[in-house]
T-cell receptor
Framework: GNSVTQMEGPVTLSEEAFLTINCTYT??????LFWYVQYPGEGLQLLLK?????DKGSNKGFEATYRKETTSFHLEKGSVQVSDSAVYFC????????????FGKGTKLSVKP | SAVISQKPSRDICQRGTSLTIQCQVD?????MFWYRQQPGQSLTLIAT?????????ESGFVIDKFPISRPNLTFSTLTVSNMSPEDSSIYLC???????????FGQGTRLTVV
């Protein structure tokens, strides 16, 4: 069945460091791919998405490119800030609807000043 | 965006009892979902809450254990019945305004069963 494998955390970085959180997926067909973020005490929020191969999603300095050949959707940011400290979830939707999402386990990111 | 109010935010319950979690949205939405996040695990879809009819459950989840109501387009409840410590999880409500649009999540209900 469909699944998402996400880099285990926690990840601790210094401010302005480069961030990569790896995400790979297994799916039939052509899934849409998402990164969600959960800030402390808040609900899940959509960070970015890509709906087809080679699409690049971007938001708030974060980027991820849909790589069908490697079945990956790695999250990157060139210079993290303390305010980026959160839990990041990679997810896929195989039915065209974001409602039925399959999530990775989440990666907790802590950014130190 | 959609503003989702999920209650309670957390609870500690005795085994064998039941807890009902409420999800209220600030406007009508097409789809509502309930997820579970067990400790150290990813989010897992429990069911789709259907307005005016029985919920659609995912494999491994049954109505007797997780009865769901959705009386209108802005409100849904999830009940965790006859609880055991294995039910200790975070339960999340999610909504779609329309198909193929962004999914919004409530803040979750952290349930501990003792």
């Amino acid at each position: 069945g469909n699944s998402v494998t996400q880099m285990e955390g926690p990840v601790t970085l210094s401010e302005e460091a480069f961030l990569t959180i790896n995400c790979t997926y297994t799916a039939t067909g052509y899934p849409s791919l998402f990164w969600y973020v959960q800030y402390p005490g808040e609900g899940l929020q959509l960070l970015l998405k890509a709906t087809k191969a080679d699409d690049k999603g971007s938001n708030k300095g974060f980027e991820a490119t849909y790589r069908k050949e490697t079945t990956s959707f790695h999250l990157e940011k060139g210079s993290v800030q303390v305010s980026d400290s959160a839990v990041y979830f990679c997810a896929l939707s195989d039915g065209g609807s974001q409602g039925n999402l399959i999530f990775g386990k989440g990666t907790k990111l802590s950014v130190k000043p | 965006s959609a503003v989702i109010s999920q209650k309670p935010s957390r609870d500690i319950c005795q085994r064998g009892t039941s807890l009902t979690i409420q999800c209220q949205v600030d406007s009508q939405v097409t789809m509502m979902f309930w997820y579970r996040q067990q400790p150290g695990q990813s989010l897992t879809l429990i069911a789709t809450a259907n307005q005016g009819s029985e919920a659609t459950y995912e494999s491994g989840f049954v109505i007797d254990k997780f009865p769901i109501s959705r009386p209108n387009l802005t409100f849904s409840t999830l009940t965790v019945s006859n609880m055991s410590p294995e039910d200790s999880s975070i339960y999340l409500c999610s909504v779609l305004r329309q198909m193929n649009t962004e999914a919004f999540f409530g803040q979750g209900t952290r349930l501990t069963v003792v």
